[in-house]
Every structure is written in C-alpha cells, then in structure tokens.
C-alpha cells in the first residue's frame, strides 16, 4: 500500500472516530514523522547513494548523446543552403525520430529508478507501521499522529527517534534491479 493510501485510510478512520457519538478519550499520545523515518533509515540510504553510483555512467552516456544530437541539429542547420528542400526536411524528420528515441530513453531510466525508490519505500512504510502498532500495544498509546497532522506538541510525546532506532535494527529485503 503507498503512502497515500496509509494517510487517507488514517483520516477516513480519525474523521469517524471524531464524528462518532461516542466521545474518544486519548489519555496517551505520540506523534512521529514518517517522512524523516523514511529519510534517515540506514537502508534507504545505502539505497540511494548505491542509486547514484548505477546512474553515474548512464548519466556519463546521456550526456555524450545530447551533445551528438546537438552537433546533429547544427550541421542540419549548416546544410540547409545545400539541401533541397525535401532532403532537409528528411534531415529534420530523422533527426526528431532520434530526439524522440532519446527522450524515451531518458524517460525509461528515470522510470526504472522511480519504480525502485517507491517500491522500497512501501517496504519501510509497512515495517514502520508494524513498529508503530507492536510500540503502542506495548505502551499502551492510544493515539499516534504524523508530525505534519498537528500544530504543536511536545517532544516527550515524538517517537521518531525510536521508531527510526527499531526499523534500523531489521534487514529489509533490498531487491535493487540495476538499470
């Protein structure tokens, strides 16, 4: 499930829990901030710097392209006093054919890598909520809110810290494909 769907599952549950007729009490509360869980677990960002080493000589390549592509484009441009008509426009239509190529190319890649970061990032989702429910079972809390769904709150009450302390002590399942 992404992220989106844990946070609108968790306002459509907070919403009827507020407009039931039945008063809630939350005698304890905590509050956590997912996102810098996310950020700041070991994993993800072993994850990220091994990300941006596979991207390095890809990136290496795009960039030799482009720069072929853009010496394509001006000796076109030196040639249209040369070329007939219909031969420049050949000359256009072929060289649009390899920009289009290109640009799906770069597409794919930064798709591919999108694909590895959200799926990775659903995992640690998962486990962070599997740690956010065994801690309030544990400690009896009865209510637990992200740090971006409140005002203000004292830090006795953020769990971050040790949240972020238990999801780095388990081995997430890592399966990053290389592009």
């Given at each position: 499930m992404s992220l989106k769907k844990y946070i609108i599952n968790f306002f459509i549950i907070l919403a009827?829990?507020?407009?039931?007729?039945?008063?809630?009490?939350?005698?304890?509360?905590?509050?956590?901030d997912i996102e810098s869980i996310i950020n700041s677990n070991n994993q993800y960002?072993?994850?990220?710097n091994t990300i941006q080493a596979d991207q390095k000589?890809?990136?290496?390549?795009?960039?030799?392209?482009?720069?072929?592509?853009?010496?394509q484009y001006a000796e076109i441009e030196n040639s249209k006093l040369v070329l007939n008509d219909e031969e420049f426009e050949n000359a256009i239509k072929e060289y649009n054919i390899k920009i289009k190529n290109f640009d799906d190319e770069i597409n794919k890649f930064n798709t591919h890598?999108?694909?590895?970061?959200?799926?990775?990032?659903?995992?640690?989702?998962?486990?962070?909520?599997d740690i956010i429910k065994?801690?309030?079972l544990s400690n009896q809390i009865d209510l637990i809110l992200d740090s971006k769904n409140y005002i203000m709150?004292?830090?006795?009450?953020n769990i971050t810290d040790?949240?972020?302390?238990?999801?780095?002590?388990?081995q997430l399942d890592i399966n990053f494909e290389p592009y």
């Open positions: 009827i829990a507020l407009c039931s007729a039945i008063p809630i009490k939350a005698n304890n509360l905590a509050v956590i960002v072993n994850l990220l000589d890809y990136k290496n390549s795009f960039q030799s392209k482009e720069e072929k592509l853009k010496n890598y999108e694909k590895q970061i959200s799926i990775y990032r659903n995992l640690i989702i998962e486990n962070i909520l065994e801690y309030a709150a004292s830090n006795s009450i040790i949240v972020l302390q238990e999801l780095n002590k388990k």
